[in-house]
């Protein structure tokens, strides 16, 4: 189950976790609740973005790193996730991506560095294309991605697998079938607490959320190969099945990429590895913002 604490805390602390910052919500048009943590008062703001099945608790590791007085966070819980409400809605990603919008425009923010992990990934590129002037830089950690072929056999072949992998998660067999999915994106060293991070999130999502947010995240219009402009750093991993020609791929999506490929990690590299994430993260966003001025507000 999701923590949702309601500690009060008068600044950013590295000797204490994500978890202690106090909870904030935001209503959306439906009268459902959003919910959200933010640490910081810096000048310039990063939003992170879990995966399927996760919470803002994935992040632990980039709050504490990151815990400064220049620096701003923004941790989300999507629609349907964490302790976010689930409305009786389409879990679509202009739907996730409109509530990212909502919590910038509550906590007043604009021109973000976005950084989103697995589903997360997808949901940030569509903020990127819906609302674009809440994001000046993105860093997709291992990202879900959908290439639909134009040949008509090969689309045919792939729409099948798509669909299959969709279906997963509908029905009775949910539950299974997710905490199989989980075991299947452990790398050779995922430490034995980010599996038990991944098995106590991911298999409790709903059957109704599960199985609207994978039949949605895939759907066509959503991947039509569309550029993104912005800075962006990708970061993957071999482990999690990506394409061979994986940075080719990259380089036909964005047009300002900085692009690392592990082949030692599981699926939550930010997790794994914090210390690398951090640093290339960091790195990033300090020279883009000398060629950004928009990161600074």
């Not at 980039?62 to 966070?73: A, S």
């Not at 819980?77 to 909502?102: K, N, Q, V």
Request: proline share 4%; aromatic share 10%.
């Amino acid at each position: 189950m999701a923590i949702c604490a309601t500690v009060l805390l008068t600044s950013c602390k590295k000797d204490v976790s994500l978890a202690d910052l106090p909870s904030h919500y935001v209503t959306l048009d439906d009268g459902s609740k959003v919910h959200y943590k933010v640490c910081g008062e810096g000048s310039i703001t990063l939003m992170f973005v879990h995966g399927f099945g996760c919470d803002i608790n994935a992040w632990d590791e980039q709050y504490k790193g990151f815990c400064n007085d220049t620096i701003r966070m923004i941790f989300v819980d999507l629609p349907g996730y964490g302790c976010s409400e689930s409305p009786d809605t389409a879990y679509t990603l202009h739907f996730f991506a409109d509530a990212l919008r909502r919590v910038a425009d509550t906590v007043g923010v604009r021109n973000m560095v976005l950084v989103g992990h697995s589903l997360g990934t997808a949901v940030c590129r569509q903020l990127v294309f819906d609302y674009p002037i809440y994001a000046s830089a993105l860093c997709d950690i291992d990202g879900v991605y959908c290439f639909y072929p134009k040949d008509a056999a090969q689309r045919a072949a792939y729409d099948k697998q798509i669909n299959s992998f969709v279906e997963m998660f509908h029905g009775d067999q949910c539950k299974t079938n997710i905490e199989a999915f989980v075991l299947s994106l452990q790398g050779p060293f995922t430490p034995q607490e980010i599996t038990d991070y991944a098995l106590g999130t991911m298999p409790g999502t709903s059957e109704r959320v599960a199985y609207s947010t994978m039949k949605n995240l895939v759907d066509p219009d959503c991947w039509t190969g569309e550029k993104i402009n912005i800075p962006t750093l990708i970061v993957c991993t071999r482990n999690s099945g990506i394409p061979q020609n994986n940075r080719q791929l990259m380089d036909e999506l964005y047009n300002n990429a900085t692009y690392l490929e592990f082949d030692n990690t599981g699926h939550f590299i930010m997790m794994e590895d914090p210390a690398i994430v951090n640093d290339l993260l960091e790195r990033c966003y300090e020279r883009w913002r000398k060629t950004q001025p928009r990161l600074l507000k």
